[in-house]
């Protein structure tokens, strides 16, 4: 069996290679004029305007690959060379973000899970760090914290994995709909695939990650409980 710790250096390594492959293409695509014109934040008011959402507003915001959706706030928050950039990169990852508003929409049960679970996360990854600190120096004690503290990490775990069907499936409505509309052309299609293919990919590594973490976790619980 795989060591966790070798686990967990093994997808440090590999999140390390997919931000900055991510980083890569997304600096690549960046590069690549979109050869209608069109800038991200039009192209995302254009992909909600057609599936019917008109209480969405498309905002910019600081930063590099900072951009989301707030459903509370009901914003598609485009990084400001999303927002005004008319390149490849631009329309891949505003169509993205517009794909998490059909979501909400179309009231997508993976999406509807997750947004009930993050108060829950929230809370939890506020706290269960310290509770896991203090259960390892009790757990010849108790193993009780620590036992708590692993439960908590699992929620944070589970939350990462739910994020994956959101953010493929956020993906495929977005490249759908960019190809059907005629947003990109064949070569630029290919691009825009490929770089939402590496922004997925960072949420399969964080999962691993959280799970290998996990695991190491529930190895000092499980050896703590085996020397009582």
């Not at 049960?109 to 108060?119: E, M």
């Not at 004690?141 to 620590?146: A, E, R």
């Amino acid at each position: 069996m795989i060591s966790p710790w070798i686990l967990m250096i093994v997808i440090f390594g590999l999140s390390a290679f997919v931000s900055w492959r991510l980083r890569s293409k997304f600096n690549e695509y960046s590069q690549v004029g979109l050869s209608n014109g069109l800038s991200g934040a039009e192209i995302a008011q254009k992909m909600l305007n057609e599936n019917g959402i008109y209480d969405v507003r498309v905002v910019s915001v600081e930063g590099m690959l900072t951009d989301h959706y707030n459903p509370q706030e009901k914003t598609v928050n485009l990084s400001a060379d999303v927002y005004y950039g008319r390149s490849v990169a631009a329309a891949a990852v505003a169509a993205h973000e517009c794909g998490h508003a059909v979501q909400h929409k179309v009231a997508y049960a993976p999406l509807k899970f997750r947004s009930a679970i993050v108060p829950f996360v929230s809370i939890a990854s506020q706290y269960m760090q310290w509770i896991i600190l203090i259960g390892i120096f009790l757990l010849q004690t108790t193993p009780i914290p620590l036992t708590i503290g692993v439960g908590l990490f699992a929620v944070t775990t589970l939350f990462s994995f739910i994020t994956l069907p959101v953010e493929f499936d956020a993906s495929k409505r977005a490249l759908a709909w960019v190809q059907n509309r005629g947003i990109v052309n064949e070569r630029e299609y290919g691009y825009a695939k490929d770089a939402l293919w590496w922004a997925a990919m960072t949420y399969v590594v964080a999962a691993l990650g959280s799970l290998a973490t996990l695991l190491y976790y529930l190895s000092i619980l499980s050896g703590g409980r085996r020397s009582d």
